[in-house]
């Protein structure tokens, strides 16, 4: 068995809560949801959620071998993951709530093709995407259960459909859930909070992880 039931049950309570935290991705459908229909929603989910394929692919790969080779290279890799897990709980924690105003709407009405290609390239071209997936699955995985690369690449599509559930929630009931998040900031904030703990203890994990050899 690859994963413990634990460990499955955390990464997927930890993939909804990344999720629902107000970030670029998910302010970007919430708004052309409500503005343009929840189909436009629909379609850039798809295509935010076949970047992170992407990503999964790319990392599973340089994270297996790094896991496999050299303890030097991983005791940096899992410095430079823990810190930027702390960065990203620092955000979290000073974050004030997200402008949710047709202003932040910006891209203007596209084909659904376009619309597709547009979420993939948004995904796909954000480093910090890849920096976030380098420090976040490996946490997941354990060298002593199998193959890595298999397990990182189960977990990224796991984060995949998760993801993929949230955001069409997301854009399904982009109109309320637009008027309710206007109405009451704390919400956004309570997410926020919520996010910037995960990410703190995911750091803290991260730093005590040791090398797969050792």
């Not at 993939?15 to 970007?28: E, Q, T």
């Not at 909070?193 to 750091?203: D, K, R």
Request: include cysteine.
């Amino acid at each position: 068995m690859l994963f413990s039931l634990d460990t499955m049950g955390l990464f997927i309570m930890t993939s909804v809560v990344l999720g629902l935290a107000p970030g670029p991705d998910n302010i970007f459908i919430l708004t052309q949801s409500a503005l343009t229909g929840r189909k436009t929603g629909l379609v850039v989910t798809l295509g935010l959620c076949t970047g992170i394929l992407v990503h999964t692919v790319l990392v599973a790969v340089g994270v297996s071998v790094i896991f496999r080779t050299s303890e030097i290279a991983f005791t940096l890799l899992k410095l430079a993951g823990a810190s930027y897990l702390a960065y990203l709980a620092w955000q979290a924690f000073r974050s004030k709530a997200s402008s949710l105003d047709e202003k932040d709407a910006s891209a203007p009405k596209l084909k659904m093709h376009r619309l597709y290609m547009r979420g993939i390239i948004m995904n796909v071209t954000n480093p910090k995407v890849a920096i976030f997936f380098l420090a976040f699955l490996p946490q997941f995985a354990d060298p002593a259960h199998g193959s890595m690369t298999l397990q990182l690449l189960l977990l990224g599509f796991i984060f995949d459909i998760v993801t993929l559930f949230v955001f069409a929630l997301i854009a399904l009931g982009a109109g309320y859930l637009g008027d309710w998040l206007r109405k009451r900031r704390f919400a956004q904030r309570m997410i926020n909070y919520i996010a910037g703990t995960i990410f703190l203890a995911l750091a803290v994990r991260l730093v005590t992880t040791k090398f797969a050899n050792s």
